[in-house]
């Protein structure tokens, strides 16, 4: 299986400033995704990494709040633009495991905890 | 519409006990079938999976699940559960023709000396 790693574990950041997030996968991947997981919730889906092409977006999420790169099969960025308290939560990268059988079978990074102050 | 229900927010078992945590789909086909453990500060780990074929199967660290399609149901269990095994546990599933998960809300396990 893939392993997954995220830069940074945490972070502490003011309202209004943005916040970038690396997740960098160990072999090439087809797909990557990009979830939210607010305080005690369950996993949302942000969106799809495309490489080569725009992100998907999941309805309520935006690009100009959540711009995401995908330059390589290997690589993706979340910003978290323009920062507010309710942004607080834990941000976590996922990829297909192109050796997987089944074509949802995800593999995730240990996670990103934001706290906005 | 397409939904995963895990009925029971917080379990607290005392260690040595026997485990079920349960998960219920809604779900138009018979889809791919995930249990995935988040412990504290930790990303999510893949803990078993279904896709077809025998209907109970077997994970990592002595978890195990069984499909039942009669009740949409695909509960874990474990037969004697360890202190490290408190964390938080979320059912998955997805079609078969696409990429997307559909997550229930999560059970928290808490184990009791």
């Known amino acids: 299986s893939a392993v997954i790693s995220q830069k940074p574990s945490r972070d502490i950041c003011q309202r209004g400033t943005s916040l970038t997030i690396q997740c960098q996968v160990d072999?090439?991947?087809?797909?990557m995704f990009w979830y939210r997981q607010q305080p005690g919730q369950s996993l949302t889906l942000i969106a799809t990494?495309?490489?080569?092409?725009?992100?998907?977006?999941e309805s309520g999420f935006v690009i100009d709040k959540f711009p995401i790169s995908r330059p390589n099969l290997t690589f993706s960025t979340l910003t978290v633009s323009n920062m507010s308290p309710e942004d607080s939560s834990i941000y976590l990268c996922?990829?297909?495991?192109?050796?997987?059988?089944?074509?949802?079978?995800?593999?995730f990074g240990p996670g990103t905890r934001l706290t906005v102050l | 519409a397409q939904s995963v229900t895990q009925p029971d927010i917080h379990i607290t078992v005392s260690e040595g006990a026997s485990l079920e945590l349960r998960c219920n789909y809604s779900?138009?086909?018979?889809?791919?079938l995930f249990w995935y453990v988040q412990s504290p500060g930790q990303g999510l780990q893949l803990l078993l999976k279904?896709?077809?074929?025998d209907t109970l199967v077997q994970g990592i660290k002595g978890f195990e699940a069984e499909f039942k399609r009669s009740q949409s149901s695909f509960n874990l269990r474990k037969p004697s559960v360890h202190w490290s095994d408190a964390a938080e546990y979320f059912c998955?599933?997805?079609?078969?023709?696409?990429?997307?998960?559909?997550w229930g809300a999560g059970t928290k396990l808490i184990i009791k000396p």
């Open positions: 996922s990829s297909i495991d192109l050796g997987g059988r089944a074509p949802n079978e995800q593999f």
């Open positions: 779900y138009g086909a018979t889809p791919y």
């Open positions: 072999s090439q991947v087809t797909m």
């Open positions: 279904y896709f077809s074929g």
């Open positions: 998955a599933v997805g079609a078969r023709s696409n990429y997307q998960l559909i």
């Open positions: 990494a495309n490489q080569g092409s725009e992100a998907t977006y």
